[in-house]
């Protein structure tokens, strides 16, 4: 079914246009966007009362500080960031079908992700397209979706409390990954006869902040012991942070089993001898639904399955 387009608005619009309402809308700022347009402010004003003519509707109100956008003007920013995106991956096709593949792509990835299929997958692509840049930015979930969601980030893989939530995304799943207690080579607790629950209510532990799926489930759990959460807390989002903490005190964390596997096996590190069998849910490979991706990002997602093929042995 063909697309319906009214030509009379869109001929009227010009990119420059679109770049500047995106500007007005992250700055608020008349003076900040025309800069950020290369235009003069009264330039600026004037494209944007072009606009504003165009749709027949006010997009932004003036006031002492700078400009708000009206309900008209969330929806049309919005639509002109995915328009200028759309534009910008038709170039760097067209580049790519030129030069050969080339380009940039932005992952985002959970640590346990980070240690091992992320590593995997961009050691594939650079082998194919020797080419792309890739940066790569490491935090928890909720942070990278909303990356994604707000286009600074390509693909993700991480772990999503409800994917039906978030119908603007796409989700392959990667697997769940199992959770273990640590302490370092050493601690008091290692070696306690009929170690509980209750042994560790009191001691200090290293954790993610506030918010982050791993401490809502803890928490959880401690409550499902008749325990309150431990009052002792430090709190970080780096694994580095986190082992180096363990192993220069007697703090407890609770990581990824794979992800610390070479703590334990450099005899740094221990699994307490504990049950801390949590599903904090499947982690998955996310990508937008509502925009296509790049052809770097295309080959990216492709090189993120084919690593999970051979980490699951369906491929050579």
């Given amino acids: 079914m063909p697309v319906s387009w009214d030509s009379r608005v869109l001929t009227r619009l010009k990119t420059q246009q679109l770049l500047l309402l995106v500007y007005l809308y ?7 966007a025309a800069r950020a347009a290369y235009v003069s402010q ?23 500080r ?16 995915n328009a200028l995106t759309e534009l910008s991956h038709a170039y760097d096709q067209i580049e790519s079908f030129k030069h050969g593949l080339s380009g ?20 594939l692509l650079k082998e194919r397209s020797p080419r792309v840049l890739v940066s790569i930015q490491l935090g928890f979930s909720e942070a990278l979706i909303q990356r994604l969601q707000e286009g600074t980030l390509d693909v993700v893989v991480a772990r999503a409390h409800n994917i039906r939530d978030l119908p603007d995304l796409n989700f392959e799943s990667v697997g769940e990954s ?11 607790l290692v070696d306690k006869p009929s170690l509980g629950w209750r042994d560790l ?3 200090t532990w290293v954790l993610p902040p506030s918010g982050n799926v791993l401490r809502e489930h803890l928490e959880l759990f401690f409550v499902e012991q008749g325990l309150t959460f431990p ?9 580095q942070v986190s082992a180096s903490l363990l192993q220069m005190s007697n703090m407890l964390a609770a990581l990824p089993r794979d992800v610390v596997q070479p703590y334990c096996a450099s005899g740094d590190l221990t699994i307490l001898p504990i049950d801390f069998s949590i599903a904090l849910g499947d982690a998955g490979i996310i990508t937008p639904r509502n925009r296509s991706l790049s052809p770097s990002a295309q080959a990216m997602l492709g090189a993120l399955r084919d690593a999970l093929a051979m980490e699951e042995g369906k491929l050579p």
Avoid at 231 to 239: F, H, K, M, N
């Fill in 26 to 32: 992250d700055q608020r700022s008349v003076f900040g």
């Fill in 42 to 64: 009264p330039a600026a004003t004037k494209m944007l009362r072009q606009v504003e003519d165009s749709l027949g509707v006010q997009l932004f109100t003036r006031h002492a």
């Fill in 66 to 81: 700078g400009v708000e956008p009206t309900p008209y003007g969330e929806i049309m920013a919005r639509y002109a960031r």
């Fill in 104 to 123: 940039h792509v932005a992952v985002g990835t959970v640590v346990t992700s980070a240690t091992s299929l992320v590593p995997a997958a961009v050691a």
């Fill in 178 to 188: 199992p959770h273990a207690i640590l302490a370092r080579t050493g601690h008091p």
């Fill in 201 to 203: 209510e009191d001691q």
């Fill in 231 to 239: 009052p002792y807390v430090v709190e970080t989002d780096s694994l």
